[in-house]
Structures are given as C-alpha cells and as structure tokens.
C-alpha cells in the first residue's frame, strides 16, 4: 500500500503564490506517476497536472499552464505543486494521486492512490 499526505494549502490573495508538497510513504517502488487534481464541491475531480516517474515527463491543464509548475523528488519520493500567479477560480481543494505505471494520466480513475487533499483558498 501507499499513503499519500498533502500539506501546504491555505488562504492567499488573488495574485500570489503557494507551493503544495505531497510525501508518498509505504510501498515507493509502486509509485510511478504521479498528479494533482482539484475539487470544487458538487462539481467532478478535474485534473490540474501530472509528472512522470522519472521526473522527465508533465503534463499540465490548460486552466494553470504558465502559472502552475509539478516537480517531484524521488530520493525524497515527494512531488511538489508550485502555485503562481492564483486566481480566484482556482479556490478548491486540491488532491495530491500517484499510479503504478511510470506514464502521467489526465483521468482520476487512472490513478490508484490518493491523498485526504488540502484545501486552497484564493481571495479577489
């Protein structure tokens, strides 16, 4: 099995930045790719941005490119989520994921592991 903890939300003006960070524990050989998506309530789980095992490979949404950045440590087997530039419409609570194979996925059903998420609040 592998755990996934999140930390690094908040509250922060529209304009400024966070850095979320995710620590994958248990089992890290199973961890290949890995993402972040966010949720607003009552709306679906929408993908944000994903990396490959290897670190080499991202993909991001078209909503946070140029102002989102996914990087990850593999010694440290976290992945981190670089937030510039925030809008207010990216207010959600943001879920750090991780996946057995090694390639990013854009579909939460992809991703086996999941973390309690962490809220993230952007005031106008």
């Known amino acids: 099995q592998v755990q996934l903890v999140e930390s690094g939300g908040g509250l922060v003006q529209a304009g400024g930045s966070l850095r979320l960070s995710c620590a994958a524990s248990g089992r890290p050989l199973d961890v290949g790719a890995m993402g972040w998506f966010r949720q607003v309530l009552g709306k679906e789980r929408e993908f944000v941005a994903a990396?490959?095992?290897?670190?080499?490979?991202?993909r991001y949404a078209d909503s946070v490119k140029a102002r989102f950045t996914i990087s990850r440590d593999t010694a440290k087997n976290t992945v981190y989520l670089q937030m510039n530039t925030l809008k207010p419409e990216d207010t959600a609570v943001y879920y750090c994921?991780?996946?057995?194979?090694?390639?990013?996925?854009?579909?939460?059903?992809?991703?086996?592991?999941w973390g309690q998420g962490t809220q993230v609040t952007v005031s106008s």
């Open positions: 990396i490959t095992r290897s670190g080499g490979g991202t």
């Open positions: 994921a991780a996946r057995g194979d090694y390639g990013v996925a854009l579909s939460h059903p992809n991703y086996d592991y």
